[in-house]
């Protein structure tokens, strides 16, 4: 990250507060539970996969410890939230999501937080009055399947600052900065202000970022937006929105990043900065 406060979050201090803002939130109401049949198949496949990566490249007891001590770090650390968002999470989300037909969906990341400000239609998301970065508006309307608006829609939108830190999980940004729930029009239309937010390095001074140095892997994302949308009768859309051009885009340690999710950004007729993004949503099925 590049330096704007003066204080740099920890992997400890983020990865507890991931920790603890996501058994605050709990499992997902409303999911079925997981039979012991389905718990079974799942662990065992793993376990096996595990077991056959061992056998193959001849894991060492050495290398079986540090992997015990690694494991270990994660927990004391609390970066469980972190390194499942980072490395697992897009792969939960193509299978949840394969038989959507609106608009594309990706991951949610460690750092949502649940309970925002409401704000009307045309807005601009909370920030500090003297917030860094370039401000651009962004536009939009939420769909269904064949076209028709969805209006009231409800678009959470929560995004990095100009230094790619969130509010809520850097010391120093006020609750709720960058963060809010639009409420579209009777069109199910926006417009939102708010920064170009920048790229970010997960935290890369506790047990993650060991594992990534030590793999040589790049710990980037690309900048970004995420979203979710809802409105009652369809299915929340999760997602996140990138910046053509931007770095990272082919590179991003979370490995979820998609064409269809990818930005223009450019001047409107009056010279203000301006993207547009459409929100197609799948109907619940009765």
Do not use: C
């Amino acid at each position: 990250m590049s330096a704007g406060i003066e204080v740099s979050p920890t992997a400890l201090a983020s990865g507890n507060a991931a920790t603890e803002r996501f058994r605050e939130r709990g499992v997902r109401r409303g999911d079925p539970p997981t039979s012991p049949r389905r718990i079974s198949e799942i662990v065992n496949e793993v376990l096996h996969g595990i077991h056959d990566a061992i056998r193959r490249h001849k894991v060492t007891y050495t290398e079986y410890q540090a992997v015990k001590d690694w494991l270990i770090s994660v927990g004391e650390n609390g970066e469980w939230p972190l390194f499942m968002d980072v490395f697992l999470e897009h792969v939960v989300e193509e299978v949840a999501h394969e038989h959507r037909q609106g608009s594309q969906g990706t991951i949610e990341g460690p750092y949502y937080l649940p309970g925002q400000k409401t704000l009307p239609s045309h807005s601009a998301l909370p920030m500090r009055e003297d917030e860094r970065g370039t401000r651009f508006v962004f536009t939009g309307q939420v769909l269904g399947l064949e076209g028709e608006p969805v209006p009231f829609a409800r678009l959470d939108l929560w995004h990095a600052d100009n230094d790619g830190y969130y509010s809520g999980f850097a010391p120093g940004i006020p609750e709720g900065n960058l963060r809010g729930v639009i409420v579209t029009d009777e069109h199910g239309k926006f417009a939102i202000t708010t920064i170009l937010p920048a790229p970010y390095q997960i935290p890369t001074d506790g047990a993650v970022g060991a594992l990534i140095r030590s793999a040589e892997w790049s710990p980037w994302r690309p900048a970004h937006l995420h979203l979710i949308v809802s409105k009652l009768g369809y299915f929340p859309l999760t997602t996140q929105l990138y910046f053509r051009d931007g770095q990272w885009l082919d590179n991003d340690i979370a490995q979820a990043t998609k064409p269809e999710l990818i930005l223009d950004v450019a001047p409107n007729p009056v010279g203000v900065l301006e993207t547009h993004y459409d929100f197609t949503l799948d109907p619940v099925q009765p």
